[in-house]
């Protein structure tokens, strides 16, 4: 049986929809909820050069959004243009939509607002002695905009959100919800816009007023007050600029992760986006020392030429095209990386930048400590790794003690004040086989010694495996890999970095691969498996880490049993071998799963336990 109801709408003829419903559907691409106009009408504000904005609510947006600004403007003459689709002054040709360098261009906002609710916009250039008022509404374009009243700058008031449109009102949430998600919006942009004074008001009551920040430190009180202050204590200041591109933000320690993504600001050209090449630089940047299950948090800003990034690629602008994909992937990986790398416990390491915690590195003059010995340090670092353990059967080079740390003086040159403390200190106790307990110029320090020791022996593993070489071994019955024509024209493209990981692959069909050598570490992996997903990360993001990441984690795995297990009992000079090695070794602030390997009490937090002066 023949549907009629689609017959008929087979049958109908093609026609062109009218104005105010072409509208309404670009509503629904760029205005979800009343955030969504929020964001639109503070990205036109900050456009237009304002340094100071105010947005008043009511009723979380749903009943009233206020925007004013000190921008430039609108001339009179333009008023009505401003409230037609693809109208703007933003762009004028394709070599503009190319290189766009603000964050609205579209000229759809302002229209498909005034599609589904009640707007006014009011406006004065700074020339005029008066500003203009339009209704966003047909009478009133019709009339065209009446003197008004009105200090240099813009308010756009938007009344009544989806008014017209009762379906989408019925997916809006409650009063509450839609207000914090304003307030998201709000701090997003404060964090991108520094010279911006922004003050927010909800239901005629001030809710928060964020004051324009001309220096770092300023912004990291701005920070601070958005992200918290916990944040700002505990991340590192990162900054560097490559090949036209420049990075630069907090970046938050592996000991503060989060259980969820929302700590996460990233910025291209100071537009906020969540981009999946992004994420992925991220998440293997903190692979090696995030807890299983925990999300980082960071505040990041990436600049770089407007024409190298495609900020058209989504109806809201969330995401962004990079054209060269897999130098801004290798950029941010390799930046944070490095970054996260120099969390040496007792000193955190960016690349330009040191931030010292609780203490002063002192590595370069390093006192003797009464009744160490250079010789007992090195027999007993040396001590950890028994004949069987892994790290000992590397090299001597590989499980070197860290005695070279502690420089011996004469009993004369002793000195224990504490600017000559070393970072950790030194060993006072051992508590149940577990903890080392260490006095430094900050107070006492725990140490977790199995979880410090699987980082300095897991660090040395890699650096050993890397140093080396990969080992490979032919397969004795080489294994045929199935894939598509695009996956085997990309393995013939990169067969020299499979080699570089160890795998020797050749191409004996349109789709088919072999593989004829694997690495010896990943003697019992599935070989298989790891090319099509070697493929798959080349596809996706321009390399592929797998190899890497394999090995490291069965390098972890040798880590883990090849440290000193808790229970064992320790001399003082084996515990201060640890302290030192732990000093000069990358990321040893965490195990290899992402759990801290020591923690500072200071003497302040040491006399609150004990109420002393109070």
């Known amino acids: 049986m023949v549907d009629n109801t689609l017959s008929a709408e087979i049958g109908m003829r093609i026609q062109k929809l009218p104005s105010q419903l072409i509208n309404q559907i670009a509503a629904g691409e760029v205005i979800e909820r009343p955030a969504s106009v929020v964001k639109e009408l503070l990205e036109n504000s900050l456009d237009a050069g304002a340094t100071d904005i105010e947005v008043e609510l009511e009723q979380g947006g749903i009943k009233l959004i206020r925007v004013r600004d000190n921008g430039c403007g609108i001339e009179r003459d333009d008023m009505v243009n401003a409230l037609e689709r693809h109208a703007t002054s933003k762009i004028q040709n394709l070599e503009d939509l190319e290189r766009v360098g603000t964050l609205g261009f579209r000229g759809e906002a302002l229209p498909s607002i005034a599609s589904v609710s009640q707007l006014r916009l009011i406006s004065r250039p700074e020339n005029s002695d008066h500003g203009w008022v339009l209704p966003g509404t047909p009478e009133g374009i019709a009339s065209g905009p009446q003197p008004a009243s009105h200090p240099p700058g813009t308010t756009i008031e938007v009344c009544d959100l989806f008014f017209n449109v009762p379906a989408r009102r019925k997916f809006l949430r409650t009063e509450k919800t839609e207000f914090q ?10 964090l991108s816009w520094p010279g911006v004074e922004i003050r927010l008001r909800h239901n005629q009551r001030p809710v928060d007023h964020i004051k324009s920040a001309a220096d770092r430190e300023q912004m990291e009180r701005r920070v601070a007050s958005i992200c918290g202050s916990g944040f700002i204590e505990q991340c590192l200041y990162v900054e560097n600029s490559v090949s036209g591109l420049k990075l630069s933000g907090w970046l938050g320690l592996p000991t503060f992760s989060r259980s969820q993504t929302d700590m996460q600001f990233f910025f291209v050209n100071r537009r906020m986006v969540r981009d999946k090449l992004v994420g992925h630089a991220v998440r293997q940047a903190y692979q090696d020392v995030l807890y299983h299950g925990r ?15 495609d900020v058209n690629a989504h109806p809201a602008k969330h995401e962004v095209r990079f054209r060269e994909s897999r130098l801004v992937h290798d950029f941010l990986f390799k930046t944070l990386q490095q970054a996260l790398a120099g969390t040496q416990a007792g000193k955190t390491v960016t690349p330009i930048h040191r931030m010292e915690k609780a203490f002063s590195s002192t590595a370069d003059r390093q006192p003797f400590q009464p009744g160490l010995n250079m010789r007992e340090v090195a027999a007993a670092y040396t001590a ?33 004040t504490s600017d000559c403390f070393p970072p950790l200190g030194y060993a006072l106790a051992q508590l149940h086989g577990i903890y080392i307990l260490a006095q430094n110029a900050g107070g006492l320090v725990l140490v977790d010694m199995h979880a410090a020791h699987e980082r300095i022996t897991y660090e040395k593993l890699k650096a050993a495996y890397v140093g080396h070489s990969v080992q490979t071994q032919p397969l004795l019955v ?25 795998i020797e692959l050749e191409r004996i069909g349109p ?3 072999r593989i004829l050598q694997t690495p ?36 972890a ?3 883990c049993h090849a440290s000193i297990r808790a229970g064992r009992l320790l001399t003082l000079a084996e515990m201060n071998a640890l302290l030192r090695e732990m000093e000069q070794t990358e990321r040893s602030g965490q195990c290899n799963h992402g759990r801290p390997t020591w923690v500072q009490l200071s003497i302040q937090q040491l006399d609150k336990l004990f109420m002393r002066g109070q």
């Open 511 to 513: 789709e088919q691969l």
């Open 384 to 416: 950890f790794y028994s004949p069987g353990d892994a790290g000992h059967s590397l090299s001597e080079q590989s499980v070197s003690p860290a005695s070279s740390a502690v420089r011996e003086k004469p009993e004369s040159a002793q000195d224990t």
């Open 181 to 190: 998600h304003i307030d998201n919006i709000v701090k997003r942009i404060a």
């Open 295 to 309: 999300q980082p948090a960071f505040v990041l800003f990436l600049d770089m030429d407007p024409a190298m990034v």
């Open 478 to 502: 080489p294994e045929t890999v199935l894939v598509s024509t695009l996956e085997a024209d990309l393995a013939e493209t990169h067969i020299s970095r499979f080699k570089d990981y160890g």
């Open 520 to 555: 010896l570490l990943l003697s019992h992996a599935d070989a298989v498996q790891l090319v099509r997903d070697m493929l798959a990360d080349l596809a996706s993001w321009g390399d592929s880490r797998r190899m890497s990441d394999a090995a490291d984690a069965i390098l």
């Open 557 to 559: 795995t040798m880590a």
